[in-house]
């Protein structure tokens, strides 16, 4: 139980035009979801956390303009990375909470989107 | 903020054998938790152990035990018996307390391990 599908799993895309990543909870609900960023050899970076019906937070840093996030359902959660450059290549993993899960309950991660923009 | 740091980038051990992985945070909360993440080639994040900061006894699972050191703020991972499967970078993570965050996982940089025939 517990899986998160991550759309698509690799993307190429030329630098301007806009990508959208999916982040889906096959067989939960999820309240909450997270997107992280990691680059090679490095560690997850948190980016924003979505909440079902409300506007995500984003982290210190983060572009809320270029990596626009809704969470329009309990299942779906998206990542639009928009005009995208060459410097936003990298490896987005969204992770969700399950709806009733307190404090201290393991998060489920996705299998993360390899976004390389030429 | 929480803070994770993981010292060693890098580390070998042979089949068979134990390895250790050290982590120390940084805290002002009383009650938290403490996870050790997988991250084989495929990059999927698999869930290794997890340690409520309230509970003194330290987390097992199968071969992977931790030791906690709640007033060191420390938490390293032990291997036992490590197997070529267990090649993965290793991620220490503190959930962070309720908050607008939701209960967000931050992570320290993570150590590559290479088990060896």
């Known amino acids: 139980g517990a899986v998160v599908s991550q759309h698509p799993s690799r993307v190429i895309c030329k630098s301007g035009t806009s990508v959208k990543i999916e982040c889906r909870s096959l067989?939960?609900?999820?309240?909450?979801m997270f997107w992280y960023r990691q680059f090679p050899k490095q560690s997850l970076m948190l980016m924003a956390t979505s909440n079902e019906g409300s506007k995500a937070t984003y982290e210190q840093g983060v572009e809320k303009d270029k990596f626009l996030i809704n969470h329009a359902s309990l299942t779906l959660s998206t990542l639009t990375v928009t005009s995208a450059h060459p410097e936003d290549s990298s490896f987005y993993i969204c992770?969700?909470?399950?709806?009733?899960?307190?404090?201290?309950?393991?998060?489920?991660f996705g299998n993360g989107t390899r976004l390389t923009v030429t | 903020a929480q803070t994770v740091t993981q010292s060693q980038p890098e580390m070998s051990v042979q089949e068979a054998e134990t390895v250790t992985l050290s982590c120390t945070y940084d805290t002002s909360e009383s009650n938290y938790y403490l996870f050790w993440y997988k991250q084989p080639p495929s990059r999927q994040m698999i869930l290794v152990i997890r340690q409520e900061a309230y509970k003194q006894q330290n987390a097992t699972e199968n071969r992977f035990s931790v030791n906690f050191q709640k007033a060191a703020k420390s938490f390293s991972l032990k291997i036992s018996d490590s197997q070529l499967g267990d090649t993965a970078m290793y991620f220490c993570a503190f959930m962070k307390p309720p908050s607008n965050s939701g209960y967000a996982l931050n992570f320290g940089k993570g150590t590559s391990l290479l088990v060896t025939p």
């Open positions: 992770s969700a909470r399950e709806i009733g899960s307190g404090y201290g309950s393991p998060l489920h």
């Open positions: 067989d939960f609900q999820a309240t909450t």
